[in-house]
C-alpha cells in the first residue's frame, strides 16, 4: 500500500520523535520518480539546476520559467515525496508582492508542496506574507549560493562570533515567521546542534552535520555524474560518471562495428509483403 503523501505536519512528527528526515534533489520527473518510489521524504528542487542540468557556472542564472518548468515535472513524479520549489535569484528580491506572486506560481502552476528562499532577516516580512497565503515555506541559514558574490566565494558560515550569531538569529526569525523547517548549509556541526536544539522545527543539513533533524544531497553529486568539483560535504554513493563513460563508448563501438543493432532489435516484415514491395518498386540497383 502507497504511503500518503507527505505534508507540514508529518515532517513535523518526524522531527518530534527523532526519526531522521531523508532529503534530495531533483529536477526532471524520472529522477523525481526513482526518489519517491525509494522512500525518501522530501525532494528540492533546486536553482542548483542551472549548474547541474544547464551548465552555468553558479546558481545565479536561474529563471522563474526554468524553475516552474523544472518543478512541475518533478511534483508530476510524487505521490509520497513532498516537493519544494527553490525560488531564484531576482524572484523575491525585490518586493512582498512580487515575492507572493513568484510563490503563488509555483503553487498554481508547478503544483510543488512548499517554496523555499535564502531569506535574511530583511526577507522576514516576506515569509509570513507567503505564509499567511496559506503555502509552506523552508527557510536557509548559513552559506546563501545567491550572495556568493558579496560573500567573496562559498565558504563556510558560522566559524566566527558575527557569523555564528547570524546564524542563529535568523534561524530563530524564520521560525518565528512561520517556516516550517530550515536549511542549515555549510555550518559547522556543533552550531547546526545547537540551533537545533533551541528550535521547535525541523532543521536540514546540507553540509551542517548530523545534528539536524534531516540531510540533504544535491543528486548528482550523490550519483558522483560528474567528475569535476563535488562539496566536501557530500558523499559520492556512485560512480554514474563513469558508468555512462563506458556506456555510450560500448555503444559506440558496438554501432561502428555492426554489432547493434542485432535482429532482436528490429522489426520484421513477411516474406511476401517484401515481395510485393520489391514487385512495386523493382529491385535494387
Request: aromatic share 8%; proline share 4%.
Amino acid at each position: 500500500m502507497t504511503q500518503k503523501k507527505h505534508t507540514v505536519r508529518t515532517i513535523q512528527a518526524m522531527r518530534d520523535k527523532g526519526e531522521t528526515i531523508t532529503m534530495l534533489t531533483a529536477y526532471d520527473y524520472p529522477t523525481a520518480k526513482q526518489i519517491n518510489d525509494a522512500g525518501i521524504d522530501m525532494i528540492l528542487v533546486g536553482d542548483s539546476c542551472a549548474m547541474v542540468v544547464h551548465g552555468h557556472p553558479n546558481t545565479l542564472t536561474a529563471t522563474m520559467d526554468m524553475m516552474v518548468l523544472h518543478c512541475g515535472s518533478v511534483a508530476r513524479a510524487c505521490d509520497r515525496t513532498m516537493v519544494v520549489a527553490d525560488m531564484p535569484f531576482g524572484s523575491f528580491q525585490y518586493s512582498i508582492e512580487d515575492t507572493m506572486k513568484n510563490a503563488a506560481r509555483f503553487v498554481t502552476e508547478a503544483k510543488v508542496d512548499a517554496v523555499k528562499f535564502e531569506a535574511t532577516p530583511n526577507h522576514i516580512e516576506k515569509t509570513k506574507a507567503i505564509v499567511e497565503m496559506g503555502i509552506a515555506v523552508v527557510g536557509h541559514v548559513g552559506l546563501h549560493p545567491q550572495a556568493v558574490g558579496a560573500l567573496g566565494g562559498l565558504t563556510a558560515q558560522g566559524k566566527t562570533v558575527d557569523t555564528a550569531r547570524k546564524v542563529v538569529t535568523e534561524a530563530l526569525a524564520l521560525q518565528d515567521a512561520g517556516a516550517f523547517a530550515i536549511i542549515f548549509e555549510a555550518v559547522p556541526a556543533e552550531l547546526s546542534a545547537y540551533v537545533t536544539q533551541k528550535l521547535a522545527i525541523p532543521t536540514i543539513s546540507i553540509g551542517g552535520g548530523p545534528g539536524c533533524s534531516g540531510q540533504l544531497l544535491v543528486t548528482p553529486d550523490v550519483l558522483g555524474m560528474f567528475d569535476a568539483f563535488t562539496p566536501s560535504f557530500a558523499k559520492k554513493y556512485q560512480d554514474f560518471n563513469g558508468l555512462m563513460k563506458q556506456t555510450f563508448a560500448q555503444y559506440r563501438d558496438e554501432v561502428k562495428q555492426g554489432v547493434f543493432p542485432a535482429d532482436e532489435h528490429c522489426y520484421q516484415m513477411s516474406a511476401e509483403v517484401m515481395a510485393a514491395i520489391k514487385a512495386e518498386f523493382g529491385q535494387v540497383a
